[in-house]
């Protein structure tokens, strides 16, 4: 099996690009994400990638990242997700933002991506509730104050704090992150109104 492609990039497609490794071209599969993170025709590349065989055909996923990889997998595992819809939600979050979303169960987010509707937006983040792909490092921190937002649990002047943000305009992703980070900096015991502070500050750097 390939597990990665390093060569030159020889041609672009609208999911998918050639590349040239020594003389032979492979055509791999990808995320709008990952073909925007590649160099221009010519120039050198490396593709994580995933190897589909079939009897009627032998297709290859190609990653910019392990983490983006491992999600694919992840993604591939819910009912209902298949290569393109997989790719196409990587293609509108980066694993990070998915992680986020799935803590949240944030629909919308998940339903940015083409092919995603309603009811298989709900299914993505129920099943894949509390999954983790092994690569990449995960803030405890700041998981556990998305997660508990997401399940509705959320007390204190860190759940008010996000709420306040989001009001201001910021994703639950980026409020929850920003005051994660700052309680697991400064402690839990700050008032609502200086961790919204901080957390507007946070934002802004």
């Known amino acids: ?83 393109r819809v997989a790719l196409a939600i990587l293609g509108t979050a980066s694993p990070s933002e998915l992680l986020s979303a799935i803590a949240l169960q944030d629909k919308t987010m998940i339903g940015r991506a083409s092919g995603v509707g309603p009811k298989l937006a709900q299914r993505i983040l129920s099943e894949l509730k509390g999954k983790i792909p092994a690569i990449g490092a995960v803030d405890p921190s700041v998981l556990g104050l998305q997660s508990s937002i997401g399940e509705g649990t959320a007390t204190g002047s860190a759940a008010d704090a996000v709420s306040a943000l989001v009001n201001l305009g910021y994703s639950s992703a980026q409020a929850s992150g920003a005051i994660a980070r700052i309680v697991a900096r400064d402690g839990d015991d700050i008032a609502t109104d200086k961790l919204i502070r901080l957390g507007l500050k946070e934002l802004s750097a």
């Open 1 to 83: 099996m390939i597990g990665k492609l390093k060569g030159q990039i020889d041609s672009f497609g609208d999911d998918r690009v050639l590349i040239d490794v020594g003389g032979v071209c492979y055509e791999a599969f990808c995320s709008s994400r990952t073909l925007r993170a590649l160099p221009r025709v010519g120039e050198s590349a490396v593709l994580h990638i995933e190897t589909y065989v079939r009897e009627d055909m032998i297709r290859l996923f190609g990653f910019a990242t392990e983490a983006e990889k491992s999600w694919f997998h992840l993604l591939m595992t819910v009912q209902g997700v298949g290569s």
